[in-house]
């Protein structure tokens, strides 16, 4: 951490400085700009987006203008009950109620420009048992973007993972978080007091006394000492690509198999710390099942419409169909119990052929055999040569498999409730998602542990001004999204939380830098 001791020493000046490009602190940014405000968004990678830029684009704003459109009656109150009663008292409540008073506020503030709009994607609360869960969410999106309409702009955005990762062409129409940074980006251009940065790494930050007055920023090797009048801004995403710093947090999994782009190693994050910022939540991660790919990953996967997991006894151990952050956490505790150990298996019969029942993996399955070949899928004829060839115990797989078909054909899963909330239901269409496994032959294909990214960071008000180890605020500081300690804690309360509190918490910090 640098402290200020020149005035005349700084390389640029503005009023907010934003570190990071995700829906978050774009959001951050252009509320800055809108309240007249002169901004820079300091970048790390050659792309803007961030971890957004591959997602759905979902956003966990209840009672939202979006929904209000679409005949939605849920109440504040209600969404209130639900969000607390899942994430407890392991964060403020004046934290979560900050995130649950602000979301349709921030819709109002952004469809009042052209340049935004949303619409409903029903998709239910992850807890559906839990008080006043809603069985078609609270969950938007925005609007597909033409490319077009970015022009020259949709060089700069990162682009959906499936073509960053696996050559994917480029999509004819931006959707979910590729529209959102599209459209983020297409508001921004329109900001005279904005300049966008990209390749401008931060990793440190400048005090004056104890006020944050700026930020240190690495330009290809040209380190640039720029000036925020007003404050810094940190919502760089977590630091889900760092091995080393994960293995020194404990955080469960690997960094290879994070969905974060390869830019998320949490230097922001560590200038936070050593600028004094206390933290919390460091251990965990918004996690998921993940389908391994012959080059050793495992990527976020979903959308399952047949088969079990099974642990090293060859036992369910989960609800398979729960929400993948429910499924990940169970995953963890059973490695932590030493009875699952990596890859563990999904168990399917043939309905649907030899590729696994799973339609969302985020990179792309390959060609069947790569994976074959890698001893990552096996097929048998009999559920006794399938648990050789992936050793676990032949009676006991033939047993479990018998068990969950008895479920199935009853409709009820006595041991894992697997269809018992609206969830569950929500790949299956009508039907239950308690498919039998009975059409030989029978196949098998490895699974790891994933993660949408690390979700523990630096520990915030309802502000999102940044707090010390004493509990109060750090001037000029400010953070959110997975910098920022989650105001969910240790659960995933619905699909649209992560990024929907990003954009939040960057929204009300910069209108706690206009009031400055």
Partial sequence: MATDETANRWDDECDVLVIGSGGGALTGAYTAAREGLSVIVAE????FGGTTAYSGGGLWFPGNAALRRAGDQDTPADAATYFH???????????????????????????ADDDFEFMVYPWPDYFGSAPKASATGRHIMPSPLEPERLGALRDSLRPPLDVDRAGNPLPELLIGGQALIGRLLLALSKQDAVRMRRGAVCDELVRE???????????????RRIRARRGVLIAAGGFERNQSMRT???????SRDAMGPSGNLGKAIQAGIDAGADTDLMSEAWWSPGITHPDGTSTFSLWFTGGIFVDDNAERFVNESWPYDRIGRVVIDRIGDGSVTLPFWMIYDDREGARPPVHSTSVPMGETEDYVDAGLWFSADTLEELAEQIGVPAENLARTVARFNAFAAAGTDDDFHRGAEPYDRAFAGDGSPLVPIEKGPFHAAAFGISDLGTKGGLRTDAQARVLDASGSAIPGLYAAGNSMAAVSGTVYPGGGNPIGSCMVFSHLAALAMVAR
């Fill in 248 to 254: 020194e947090h404990q955080v469960p999994g690997s």
């Fill in 44 to 47: 790390a990678t050659d792309k």
């Fill in 85 to 111: 009663a899942v994430v407890g008292d392991r964060t403020p409540r004046e934290l979560q109620d900050a995130f649950l008073d602000n979301g349709r506020r921030l819709v109002d503030y952004l469809e």
């Fill in 209 to 223: 006394g104890d006020v944050v007055v700026g930020a240190v920023v690495d330009e290809g090797g040209r380190r």
